[in-house]
């Protein structure tokens, strides 16, 4: 069965930086792409970029080149995001999600940005 | 970036009644895939590809389109597809949403 696992609830102050983990179970990530996706409070789904944990490439989405920070650990069959530089309004929940149709996903996590 | 326009925001829907979401590209697109999403719980993949349904979709859901339309079809509303339903195009980057569409039982 394949399962995304994703790190704890977050709370950051502004100007810090947080790192999600997202750990995959019953799939070897270096088979796909992993995505990253948020969704603030009350409001809908976007995209924040993908990385092939096989090389390292990623892709990110225009308003995210600056923010958020994609990596991977084939090792250990992670993938990270790091957001710098909090700011208020990126308190959201962040899901990790993988494979084609993103046919699978993370329960999400809960960053909080507040002093 | 491809925008992409749903309609309605927000409906309800009786028991029975036919449901139709719409999906507009701001720019051509190969396919659109849909996921329901209930709160408090992550999205799942309902409609990939344009028409195909995601495992344990049940066939009373279908999907259709081309270029810069698509469309969400419930042929006969239940209860349990009371939800937000979200399209996504993945034919360039960066991969965008719809803003979503919620449905709700009346």
């Known amino acids: 069965e394949v399962q995304l696992q994703q790190s704890g609830a977050e709370l950051g102050k502004p100007g810090t930086s947080v790192k999600l983990s997202c750990k995959v179970s019953g799939y070897n990530i270096r088979n796909t792409y992993m995505h990253w996706v948020n969704q603030r409070p009350g409001k809908g789904l976007e995209w924040i970029g993908r990385i092939d944990p096989a090389n390292g490439n990623t892709i990110y989405a225009e308003k995210f080149k600056s923010k958020a920070t994609l990596t991977a650990d084939t090792s250990s069959n992670t993938a990270y995001m790091q957001l710098s530089q909090l700011k208020s309004d990126d308190t959201a929940i962040y899901f990790c999600a993988m494979r084609g149709n993103f046919d699978y996903w993370g329960q999400g996590v809960m960053v909080t940005v507040s002093s | 970036e491809i925008v992409l326009t749903q309609s309605p925001t927000t409906m309800a829907a009786s028991p029975g009644e036919k449901v139709t979401i719409t999906c507009r590209a701001s720019s051509s697109v190969s396919y659109m895939h849909w996921f329901q999403q209930k709160s408090g719980t992550s999205p799942k993949p309902w409609i990939y590809?344009?028409?195909k349904l995601a495992s344990g979709v049940p066939d009373r859901f279908s999907g259709s389109g081309s270029g810069t339309s698509y469309s969400l079809t419930i042929s006969s509303m239940e209860a349990e597809d009371a939800a937000t339903y979200y399209c996504?195009?993945?034919?360039?980057?960066?991969?965008?949403f719809g803003a979503g569409t919620k449905l709700e039982l009346k």
């Open positions: 996504l195009q993945r034919s360039s980057y960066p991969y965008t």
């Open positions: 590809d344009t028409s």
